[in-house]
């Protein structure tokens, strides 16, 4: 081979490795890049001229590793406060009428239908399921007449008044 070829090669050699050597080179500054990042902040100064930094952050890595945990499943139990009275319905009116219909809970111990009648005639409550079955008389009194009466069973319920004055009846169910 010719001196003047021998040298073309060799030449051709040296800038191979010279652009493996460059390629190298770039790819460890855009590795460094990748693990960096650049963060942009503006400042203003006191004469009121914004001025922009970069700031370069380091790559960071964090490692978080938890001791193992073990769980004991403990049965639930679920407790329902005690409920006190409440009240079902409160009715009022004169002269002879039906109360709206008012339901006693399943969950209820007892029951109380409170009276104050003050007609001098006939008063009488009478229990009754819908839409017009006799249940019991509650109440049956000549003159004015207030008391109440303490049932045990549960449904649904309204009242069939007889009075000659007003009167007011107040149904309450209880769970203790």
């Known amino acids: 081979m010719p001196a003047t070829e021998a040298a073309v090669v060799a030449a051709g050699r040296r800038w191979k490795t010279w652009q493996v050597a460059l390629v190298a080179i770039l790819a460890f ?51 329902t406060a005690p409920r006190g009275p409440r009240q079902v319905g409160q009715f009022t009116g004169s002269s002879s009428k039906q109360t709206p219909t008012f339901t ?36 049956n009194e000549i003159g004015p007449t207030k008391d109440q009466s303490q049932f045990y069973t549960t449904g649904t319920y309204f009242l069939d008044v007889g009075g000659s004055g007003s009167w007011s009846i107040t149904v309450t169910e209880s769970f203790t």
């Open 29 to 79: 500054i855009i590795g460094i890049a990748a693990g960096s990042s650049t963060k942009k902040t503006a400042t203003t100064s006191a004469t009121g001229t914004t001025v922009a930094e970069n700031t370069t952050l380091a790559p960071t890595t964090t490692v978080t590793t938890a001791a193992p945990t073990t769980t004991t499943a403990r049965p639930t139990t679920t407790t």
């Open 104 to 139: 006693i809970d399943p969950d209820a111990k007892s029951w109380t239908i409170a009276w104050n009648m003050t007609g001098s005639d006939n008063n009488n409550i009478t229990l009754k399921h819908p839409p017009d079955e006799y249940d019991k008389l509650v109440v």
